[in-house]
């Protein structure tokens, strides 16, 4: 399994990286078919936040969801602590929504796909109807800053896959990735929706209508 680690706004340590990888060891017995995890260190200058100044986000790249999870502390050893905790929580119940759909298809096991993350992306990729994207998001995990302006503002863009899926699918997904919303293309109506997390265990969901409005055809006079 590879493991990547990056840092945003800070420098890693050898020393950090050697702890991550002996961290990590338990992901391959939650996700054996994992082939990457990205790890993420930012480091946040503001003092007032010296208490969550580290934060370190994992992701566990396979062939079904991305599974992610993130903590903040003080230091960056605590908040991998933390982090792993999530992410190791989120894999056993993904574990467990395998077992339940192999026993609700009688045991019929689906074939599984080991190839490289990387590999099945790029053939996925090359299946998919081109569209025109901006030249800095090309690919699938892309992520890009910018300034708006002159102002102080940091806007993050990344490029993400949308596949159709159920609502009840989403829901799922938004609960492994940790975060209060999740875009999706809605299986049955095949429109872009984002289900978002409301209070207690509540939810909601937003659809667009893509259809600007009806065009009157023009017909040619003669």
Do not use: C
């Amino acid at each position: 399994m590879e493991i990547v680690v990056v840092g945003r706004h800070t420098e890693v340590a050898d020393r950090f990286r050697r702890h991550v990888e002996d961290k990590l060891t338990k992901v391959t017995q939650l996700a054996p078919y994992a082939r990457r995890v990205d790890v993420e260190v930012t480091r946040e200058k503001n003092p007032r936040l010296a208490e969550v100044r580290e934060r370190v986000e994992l992701t566990v790249r396979d062939k079904g969801p991305v599974i992610r999870a993130e903590a903040a502390a003080d230091d960056r050893f605590g908040a991998l602590d933390m982090a792993l905790d999530k992410l190791t929580e989120r894999l056993r119940r993904s574990r467990e929504r395998r077992k339940e759909h192999r026993r609700r298809t009688n045991g019929i096991m689906e074939s599984v796909d080991v190839r490289p993350y990387d590999e099945v992306a790029a053939e996925e990729a090359a299946k998919a109807t081109p569209e025109p994207e901006p030249a800095a998001l090309t690919e699938p995990g892309d992520a890009v800053e910018h300034q708006l302006g002159d102002s102080p503002v940091l806007i993050r863009s990344k490029l993400h896959r949308a596949e159709p899926m159920t609502l009840d699918d989403a829901v799922y997904q938004m609960e492994m990735v940790g975060h209060d919303f999740f875009l999706f293309i809605d299986k049955e109506s095949a429109r872009p929706a984002a289900v978002y997390r409301r209070k207690g265990w509540t939810y909601g969901v937003i659809e667009l209508d893509t259809q600007v409005g009806d065009v009157e055809p023009v017909t040619a006079l003669t």
